[in-house]
């Protein structure tokens, strides 16, 4: 079961004279704009968990109220409503020492423009966190030349922050936070000051970081694209409201408004989308066991020119073409074994879409789905991978089937000539499943 992190409960924040009646006017139906003589409310009852391992992006337009709320998770902004929940503490209304051992013990920070001292070494600037909490130069040290070597700054320990580029510099910024070594790691808008090639470089570094240490992260950004690229859920923000929640496959293909429709309308999709988002029931497929007769059949309904072959535990063994099977029951065998070949091309569930094309495009078949017990759970046929980034469901375009390399007359011919010699009724599509 997953355990919780953070949870946020029905927070509210609002600048101004009166915040507690803007609360209770917003509580009561009120507007972000009816509530205006009272103050500026930047957020607005939302409420969200965060999952242990996980991360959560949190995305919106300027103005939407997503850095309020990475501010209200670690207690930067007081919270006018609600509470927040970090590791089991409530931090709304606790004192400031306790607060400061909240964040010392629990929450690490990562800024969008980096915040290093810059009379300290990049190693101090590493370190210092944990000489806040006491610990020894010499220990300090090592721990600031591990997790620098973690982040590529190998070596550069001894140098000021000047002397380095703006991406290096949020490394160190990264690698200070994790030499703090808490659970949650906040990051707002860690990456929008960097270069487009240097910002993409560190989104690919992060996710390769969240793998080794599974860290819980809640990342603040306004591109949707580096959302879609780092989440495991994206919150969706607008004029201080949170209006969907859901992982990037939920938020790109079943969005909740016309606000978010829009919102993703220009999203790669390539970089989403999934193998399992849009593969289909695999056919044609014959067990091992199914002799060359059924396998043609399963080609012939299909009109494909090759099947592929699975075991009992529906692993993929390979795949059978149909020019083999028909050698096979001219030849009088019942056994596909001798004609199974490996597949040329498969791919597993997780893999994004954008690394298809060249699988698809090799496959004599529709591109098999495996897990990762190398079962075969689906099939990706050329015209679905081309429609899921294509024109879409108003698409004029014609489909046009494969043709058989051995004429379907013959495979006729083939299959009748068995039948009548041996009797044998063909095993059901779902009897081969």
Do not use: C
């Not at 209200?72 to 409503?81: C, F, K, P, V």
């Not at 004192?95 to 810059?118: G, K």
Request: net charge negative.
């Amino acid at each position: 079961m997953t355990e919780t992190a953070l949870e946020a409960r029905h927070l509210f924040k609002v600048f101004g004279r009166n915040p507690k009646q803007a609360v209770q006017k917003l509580k009561s139906g009120a507007s972000r704009t009816d509530v205006q003589d009272a103050g500026t409310a930047a957020v607005i009852d939302a409420s969200f968990t965060v999952n242990k391992g996980e991360i959560f992006v949190i995305m919106g337009l300027s103005g939407s109220g997503k850095s309020t709320i990475i501010r209200m998770l670690n207690g930067l902004h007081d919270i006018t409503d609600g509470s927040v929940v970090v590791g089991g503490d409530e931090i709304a209304g606790v004192p400031a020492s306790r607060l400061r051992e909240i964040r010392r013990d629990n929450v690490s920070m990562v800024f969008q423009h980096f915040a290093l001292l810059p009379h300290r070494t990049v190693a101090d600037n590493v370190a210092y966190p944990l000489e806040l909490k006491g610990v020894s130069k010499t220990a300090r040290r090592a721990k600031a030349d591990e997790v620098l070597a973690m982040v590529g700054l190998d070596g550069w320990g001894d140098k000021l922050p000047s002397e380095l580029s703006g991406g290096m510099q949020q490394r160190v910024g990264i690698a200070r936070a994790l030499a703090a070594d808490t659970e949650i790691l906040l990051m707002d808008e860690a990456f929008s000051a960097l270069d487009p090639l240097i910002r993409r470089e560190m989104q690919e570094q992060l996710v390769e970081l969240q793998e080794k240490l599974q860290k819980t992260i809640v990342f603040i950004t306004h591109d949707l694209n580096e959302a879609m690229f780092l989440g495991d859920r994206i919150a969706v923000m607008r004029d201080g409201r949170i209006v969907q929640i859901g992982t990037p496959e939920d938020i790109l293909t079943d969005p909740a408004n016309d606000y978010v429709e829009q919102f993703v309308q220009d999203v790669d999709r390539a970089r989403v989308l999934t193998a399992s988002n849009v593969m289909e029931r695999p056919r044609p497929v014959v067990a091992e066991s199914a002799g060359p007769r059924t396998a043609l059949r399963q080609m012939r309904d299909a009109y494909m020119s090759a099947a592929y072959v699975t075991g009992k535990d529906r692993k993929l063994l390979g795949m059978v073409t149909d020019r083999d099977a028909v050698k096979l029951v001219r030849k009088g065998e019942a056994a596909l074994g001798s004609v199974i070949k490996p597949v040329p091309q498969s791919v597993s569930e997780d893999e994004v879409l954008m690394n298809l094309f060249v699988p698809a495009v090799e496959s004599p078949l529709p591109l098999a789905v495996v897990d990762a017990e190398g079962r075969l759970v689906g099939v990706i046929p050329r015209i679905t991978l081309l429609a899921a980034l294509g024109p879409g469901p108003n698409s004029t375009e014609e489909i046009t089937l494969p043709h058989l390399p051995v004429p379907q007359a013959e495979i006729d011919a083939v299959l009748g000539e068995a039948d009548a010699a041996t009797g044998e009724a063909a095993a059901t599509e779902e009897e081969v499943r």
